[in-house]
């Protein structure tokens, strides 16, 4: 087990400590363990962690799986690690997700107005925050080679077998929020949706022995 790191913003620090990976099904750990598998490869031959999480259109799960990932590899103490995100097409990133995290204690500024805004995302008290907007997966902003490619949504995964420059593809995909857009339950199901990523990934990162 890794050793954990101090320094997240205490509403997050809180999140991570209730979440329980023994809700996992062992055939979820059978999906998200080449990821492990993919790090810890990379920490072995000391080389830096580039993950970008891709789906349809960079404006949900993409996102809470690049700001968890980075969030968890930062709690667990993994260092080098480069979390991006994009899609086969760039639309923007959803208020909703937002709004959920900073429900979860991500503090969140919006740096510009437009159709596609762009914010910063702080989930540390000494770290970068995380710069996040919609984009296609080969923009300029993501990097374009030595990266594993995780898929987050069936259509991306179906629709794109190769990732130009990805040097290993994994598919972890998860059921879209989206389809409660306009409901009563819609906040209920990001919420939902973002704590299972959270969870997730804390578990692909609690398995970095470093």
Sequence with gaps: MTKTQTGLLPDILEIIKNLDFGLISDERKEVLDPLV???????????????????????????LSQIWAQTMSHFFNVKNVYCYSGGTEATALFPMIADTLRKQGFQIQQLSDSNNPVYAIKYAENEHPII???????????????FAAIMTCDSANETCPFVPGAEKRIPITYEDPKAFD??????????????QIATELGYVFSNIDI
Excluded at 44 to 54: G, M
Excluded at 182 to 195: C, D, V, W
């Design 37 to 63: 598998e993919f790090i810890l490869s990379k920490v072995h031959s000391k080389e830096e962690i580039r993950l970008n999480f891709i789906c349809t259109h960079n404006s949900r799960r993409s996102h």
């Design 182 to 195: 306009n409901t009563p339950q819609q906040a209920e199901k990001y919420l939902e949706r973002s704590t």
């Design 132 to 146: 996040g907007f919609s984009k296609k997966m080969e923009d300029g902003f993501n990097p374009s080679s030595g």
